[in-house]
């Protein structure tokens, strides 16, 4: 087993990714004479940098030429005798893991790892931006913004896939006066789906690849349900005539597939009869609001965050930290990622560089301890401080 980190493979599928964009890299990338190299020079670094590393790590395979590395990204990542393969796990990566496919370049799951480990700013698209500004805005005169806000969000979380046009009339009862200007923003967030689909993910409900029998998707949740639907049913069939267009791929992985977590949750505390309020004050108190209950006069701001790694949990809240953009939140995590050494690592891991305060918990847990407090009586402050 080798030693270099989960650091090291995320910077190896970030080169993998270069090598597939512009095919005149690899070109410069294997040439030998020094405008090749020049023009390539940050692949040639990494190549070397690569070797050296493989040198000083006892049973690691050593690629002698760029060749030999390509088809090392061919290969388990288990089988490179690089890397620690007890911090892989750690972080929840699969060390079955290949990089690069023999027949459609970088694999689906190498960049669905590579997309958590890089969205810690959690960078929305321009379109929810200006919806959120343009409701923060019209708040002041206009309360229902708040309301309004939450059904335009959600519409996109439930509707992944939508027929040609969005139905105007419906919208506008929705929306009211302000119906042209959330219809307009909704047409921005979706687009004409071109090629041939025969499902859906049965996790994101968006379109499913299938290529050469191999099935991708945009999350690592996605890879887990359609590995436990292997049939894929009709219930997940694509409906050529029904479904015209689909969310754009940065509004389904940065509001549609965080969005059902955070839906999710709030189905779960209205099941066990508490009052909540989605993204409340616009986003600005995280992602749910239970509101006052049993003898308690305190509201619960609750943050949801579903990232498979705690290392790409933590580093999200470190650089809201550095930003003073870490909300007064409770952090949630979906039950089946929360483990008890999921938190425990999140919390060294932000405890090290310098971040305490931070309150991390699984949505069953938030769910037990709301419950607990309401039985018997105690103070929301006693558990949720």
Same mark, same amino acid.
């Given at each position: 087993?080798?030693?270099?980190?989960?650091?090291?493979?995320?910077?190896?599928?970030?080169?993998?990714?270069?090598?597939?964009?512009?095919?005149?890299?690899?070109?410069?990338?294997?040439?030998?004479?020094?405008?090749?190299?020049?023009?390539?020079?940050?692949?040639?670094? /990494?190549?070397?940098?690569?070797?050296?590393?493989?040198?000083?790590?006892?049973?690691?395979?050593?690629?002698?030429? &760029?060749?030999?590395?390509?088809?090392?990204?061919?290969?388990?990542?288990?089988?490179?005798? /690089?890397?620690?393969?007890?911090?892989?796990?750690?972080?929840?990566?699969?060390?079955?893991?290949?990089?690069?496919?023999?027949?459609?370049?970088?694999?689906?799951?190498?960049?669905?790892?590579?997309?958590?480990?890089?969205?810690?700013?959690?960078?929305?698209?321009?379109?929810?931006?200006?919806?959120?500004? *343009?409701?923060?805005?019209?708040?002041?005169?206009? &309360?229902?913004?708040?309301?309004?806000?939450?059904?335009?969000?959600?519409?996109?979380?439930?509707?992944?896939?939508?027929?040609?046009?969005?139905?105007?009339?419906?919208?506008?009862?929705?929306?009211?006066?302000?119906?042209?200007?959330?219809?307009?923003?909704?047409?921005?967030?979706?687009?004409?789906?071109?090629?041939?689909?025969?499902?859906?993910?049965?996790?994101?409900?968006?379109?499913?690849?299938?290529?050469?029998?191999?099935?991708?998707?945009?999350?690592?949740?996605?890879?887990?349900?359609?590995?436990?639907?292997?049939?894929?049913?009709?219930? *997940?069939?694509?409906?050529?005539?029904?479904?015209?267009?689909?969310?754009?791929?940065?509004?389904?992985?940065?509001?549609?597939? &965080?969005?059902?977590?955070?839906?999710?949750?709030?189905?779960?505390?209205?099941?066990?009869?508490?009052?909540?309020?989605?993204?409340?004050?616009?986003?600005?108190?995280?992602?749910?609001?239970?509101?006052?209950?049993?003898?308690?006069?305190?509201?619960?701001?609750?943050?949801?965050?579903? *990232?498979?790694?705690?290392?790409?949990?933590?580093?999200?809240?470190?650089?809201?930290?550095?930003?003073?953009?870490?909300?007064?939140?409770?952090?949630?995590?979906?039950?089946?990622?929360?483990?008890?050494?999921?938190?425990?690592?999140?919390?060294?891991?932000?405890?090290?560089?310098?971040?305490?305060?931070?309150?991390?918990?699984?949505?069953?847990?938030?769910?037990?301890?709301?419950?607990?407090?309401?039985?018997?009586?105690?103070?929301?402050?006693?558990?949720?401080?």
């Amino acid at each position: 087993m080798g030693t270099s980190t989960h650091e090291k493979l995320i910077r190896t599928i970030e080169v993998a990714n270069e090598l597939e964009k512009n095919i005149q890299n690899l070109v410069f990338f294997l040439g030998d004479d020094r405008e090749s190299t020049k023009k390539s020079n940050y692949l040639v670094n /990494f190549f070397r940098q690569f070797q050296r590393e493989s040198l000083i790590q006892e049973n690691s395979k050593f690629p002698g030429t &760029p060749y030999e590395f390509l088809e090392l990204l061919q290969k388990p990542i288990k089988d490179w005798g /690089f890397f620690n393969l007890q911090d892989l796990e750690q972080q929840k990566i699969d060390t079955d893991l290949i990089i690069l496919s023999q027949t459609s370049g970088v694999t689906q799951e190498a960049n669905n790892l590579l997309h958590e480990f890089n969205s810690s700013e959690e960078i929305e698209a321009e379109v929810i931006l200006q919806v959120l500004k *343009y409701c923060r805005k019209h708040i002041v005169t206009d &309360p229902s913004m708040q309301e309004k806000y939450v059904l335009f969000r959600t519409y996109l979380i439930r509707n992944p896939l939508v027929e040609a046009k969005h139905r105007n009339r419906s919208i506008n009862k929705i929306f009211g006066r302000d119906g042209s200007f959330f219809i307009e923003m909704l047409h921005e967030c979706y687009e004409n789906i071109i090629g041939s689909y025969k499902r859906i993910c049965p996790h994101c409900g968006w379109t499913l690849k299938i290529k050469e029998g191999e099935k991708s998707c945009l999350s690592r949740d996605c890879i887990e349900s359609y590995q436990s639907n292997t049939g894929l049913d009709e219930k *997940y069939a694509f409906n050529e005539r029904k479904h015209k267009r689909r969310t754009l791929e940065i509004i389904q992985r940065t509001t549609v597939i &965080p969005g059902l977590q955070e839906l999710k949750l709030a189905e779960l505390l209205q099941q066990n009869k508490f009052e909540i309020v989605l993204y409340p004050n616009l986003e600005a108190d995280g992602d749910i609001q239970i509101l006052p209950f049993a003898n308690s006069k305190q509201v619960i701001n609750i943050d949801v965050k579903n *990232y498979s790694s705690p290392i790409a949990l933590a580093r999200k809240l470190l650089r809201d930290s550095d930003k003073s953009n870490l909300k007064d939140c409770i952090i949630a995590v979906p039950s089946d990622k929360g483990s008890n050494s999921y938190i425990n690592l999140t919390m060294r891991y932000l405890s090290d560089r310098g971040l305490e305060g931070v309150t991390i918990k699984r949505f069953q847990t938030i769910i037990d301890e709301l419950k607990s407090i309401r039985k018997e009586k105690k103070d929301v402050s006693d558990i949720f401080a």
